[in-house]
């Protein structure tokens, strides 16, 4: 009634091996069978193992084990035993001491052990690059029923180091109780770039949990723990009491105190945040933020977390060919009924921009308000936002207002404008917008004052029609407000796009004697032509005092494709082109570049055949992203020409110094290089000139010379 073995030696192919010791007494009696077994030695692989154990052979996590080798023994009863052993892997060593009592039972079996890793690659076992070793000493005590119903422990681990994205914390502890229903227990961990400890419970784990916990953080450094990209730190105080099961459907309160947040070079401080989420007997439900800089609150049938998909869907349904015109994502989800009316106040954001690198100001007396519905009888949309000022990079808004409101398939687009636009220092302007959009079609008024100085004090009307994949835009015949002037349009215009074609029809607008015709050239090309318009466009976009410009020009602009924006060319001609009233004869500017990526290609020419003067311009500019890189980005190259040109111009930018000027000059000059720092060289030719200094009241006459032109002076040496 005795089975034994001393020093049994097993092998099983090269792989596998086994040298153990074993008694057992009492075999045919399980209820007094006592055994005994020593493993002094077992080595294997763990995909040998699979192919040895039936039901693991699919079962390949393990396998990252490697090479295992396992010693140990375990000694008792059936229903009451000890057991221990190490376990080395490739991956680590795993050591464990356990005992079990299930005399009583399954729901009163009693147990105790321990657990610890050494140096394991958890990040190996995981096939996750950022977990790394971790070596821990885990006990449970006191441990009660082994079903799901019965089990209740005591928890504690004490963690050496771990590694998580390449940083290694240490002394971490965790004790608590646990039972298939409550857990409570204390966590803590004290590094110089994280130091927190939490206190807390979490009950009702097998219907709706309850989270009841507090979290002390004194420093919790994200940077350091590369948990970050950008510095950035957060210290608080952390008092929560929650009931639910998912994050959008927690009902309780949250408290912050002393939430403090900082970068390298700012800190961000809030000594209150309080957020409360509670579910009434009628099922509404209500959710307030306050804090500091400003107040979030909502009321209604929602799902904080599904919002956004819904919204997207409602706009999906009313608006269906406008919804996938402007290509936003389809939603396939089913109708989620859904109420909520909602307000935002900013009060101010401070420095809370800063503190996370964030290119823009903070945000002050910002007001967003409104409601949504999507229940058959009161589907509806209102927004009202009053933003007094938005500026990111260098984009900056003025007093944005917006107000929109819908009703099934009817948005009604009451106001949509900003005070003020800018975009770095150089365009400045008003816009605004409203309109009625019903299902594919939006009728729309738009005004602009200053609008890139061209449009200055814009006003134009139309309609803007979704058919499928086409726009169709048409505008108003009259109505049009373009450089502070009255414009007509042809009736029956058009300006068709589709996804690879354009297509105009009637599209002139015309003031006067002046008009613009835009009309699409094949199926992709576009031709804009400017008939009749006035030089002093040139003043209003260069506000260079000491020059006027006077005179009309015609304008060509084309595009051979739209989409690609390829075969780009512009053609400018003036006759007279007069500054200050002094006649430079007939301009002709010819530019072109195979596209945006390409050398630009410029010619200008200026001539008065009755003066025999001339000035001709000819080089190419090299973008900044510049396709071939045997060119420098952001350069030029062109060479300047000047024939027979009355030194008098030279007036335009000295005249207060003198006047009566007389005589001629030539040159042949290069300008190379950035447009912020050129390089100039080059010769000047100079005729027997004269002129009056007006501070001396002297005349002087100056003999034929030859001027040397470079970056550093103009050389005039021997000139009398």
Do not use: C
């Not at 004697?513 to 466009?537: E, W, Y």
């Amino acid at each position: 009634n005795r089975l034994s073995s001393s020093n049994l030696d097993l092998r099983i192919g090269s792989q596998t091996s086994l040298n153990s010791s074993f008694n057992i007494r009492d075999v045919t009696n399980p209820d007094l069978t006592f055994f005994y077994f020593d493993v002094n030695d077992f080595r294997s692989r763990v995909s040998t193992l699979r192919q040895l154990i039936p039901g693991a052979e699919q079962s390949t996590q393990f396998d990252k084990l490697g090479k295992i080798r396992f010693s140990g023994n375990a000694a008792g009863f059936y229903y009451d035993f000890a057991a221990s052993g190490s376990l080395m892997t490739e991956a680590g060593v795993a050591r464990v001491d356990m005992q079990l009592n299930t005399e009583s039972g399954k729901n009163e079996a009693t147990y105790r052990g321990a657990l610890s890793l050494e140096n394991f690659d958890l990040g190996r076992l995981a096939g996750d690059e950022n977990l790394g070793k971790i070596t821990v000493t885990s006990t449970v005590e006191n441990g009660r029923g082994l079903t799901p119903a019965s089990a209740y422990a005591d928890l504690k681990a004490s963690v050496e180091d771990f590694t998580f994205k390449g940083y290694r914390y240490e002394n971490i502890e965790l004790i608590g109780l646990l039972n298939r229903d409550f857990f409570k227990g204390f966590f803590r961990i004290e590094n110089d770039d994280i130091d927190l400890d939490f206190r807390g419970s979490i009950e009702q784990l097998s219907t709706v949990p309850r989270f009841d916990m507090e979290l002390r953080v004194d420093q919790f450094d994200l940077y350091a723990l590369n948990l970050s990209k950008k510095p950035l730190s957060v210290s608080g105080r952390f008092d929560i009491d929650l009931l639910g099961k998912e994050l959008s459907k927690l009902y309780g309160r949250a408290d912050v105190q002393d939430l403090k947040l900082s970068s390298d070079s700012d800190t961000f401080f809030l000594e209150n945040v309080a957020a409360m989420s509670e579910l009434s007997a009628d099922s509404v439900q209500r959710f307030e933020l306050k804090a500091g800089i400003g107040e979030v609150y909502a009321e209604g049938h929602f799902d904080l977390a599904l919002l956004p998909t819904i919204l997207l869907r409602q706009l999906s349904r009313n608006h269906p060919q406008w919804y996938r015109k402007v290509r936003l994502p389809m939603q396939d989800t089913i109708l989620i009924p859904t109420d909520i009316q909602f307000e935002l106040e900013i009060e101010n954001t401070g420095n809370l921009t800063r503190v996370f690198k964030l290119p823009m100001e903070p945000l002050t007396h910002t007001r967003l308000n409104g409601y949504f519905s999507n229940l058959p009888d009161a589907d509806s949309l209102a927004v009202f936002l009053t933003l007094p000022q938005f500026s990111i990079n260098e984009l900056s808004l003025d007093d944005l207002r917006m107000t929109i409101t819908s009703s099934d398939s009817l948005m009604v687009i009451d106001r949509l404008s900003v005070e003020q636009l800018k975009f770095g220092n150089t365009i400045e302007y008003g816009i605004a917008l409203d309109g009625t959009l019903n299902e594919n079609r939006l009728d729309f008024h738009v005004e602009g004052s200053d609008l890139s100085h061209i449009f200055r004090n814009l006003s134009i009307s139309g309609k803007a029609t979704v058919n499928g994949d086409t726009l169709d835009l048409e505008f108003e015949e009259e109505g049009l407000s373009l450089l502070d002037k009255g414009w007509e349009l042809q009736p029956d215009n058009l300006l068709r796009i589709g996804p690879d074609f354009l297509e105009t029809r009637n599209l002139v607008f015309t003031h006067e004697d002046r008009s613009v015709t835009i009309q699409s050239i094949r199926r992709t090309g576009l031709d804009v032509r400017f008939s009749n318009f006035s030089l002093k466009l040139i003043d209003d976009l260069w506000d260079y005092k000491p020059l006027d410009f006077f005179g009309e020009f015609t304008a060509t602009f084309r595009v051979q494709d739209v989409f690609e924006l390829s075969g780009i060319q512009v053609a400018v001609g003036a006759d007279p082109f007069l500054i200050n009233t002094d006649n430079w004869g007939a301009l002709t500017l010819q530019a072109q570049a195979p596209d945006l990526r390409s050398p630009v290609q410029a010619f200008l020419n200026i001539a008065d055949p009755a003066d025999e003067k001339q000035l001709t311009v000819e080089g190419s500019y090299y973008p900044a992203n510049i396709r071939d890189d045997s060119y420098t980005p952001n350069t030029f190259g062109f060479d300047v020409a000047m024939d027979n040109y009355p030194l008098r111009y030279l007036e335009y930018f000295i005249g207060e110094l003198v006047t009566d000027t007389e005589g001629q000059f030539d040159a042949n000059l290069r300008f190379s290089g950035p447009p912020n720092q050129p390089d100039v060289e080059g010769t000047v030719q100079v005729s027997r000139s004269e002129l009056t200094v007006n501070y001396l009241q002297t005349r002087y006459t100056i003999e034929p010379h030859t001027v040397i032109v470079d970056n550093f002076l103009f050389d005039g040496t021997g000139v009398q």
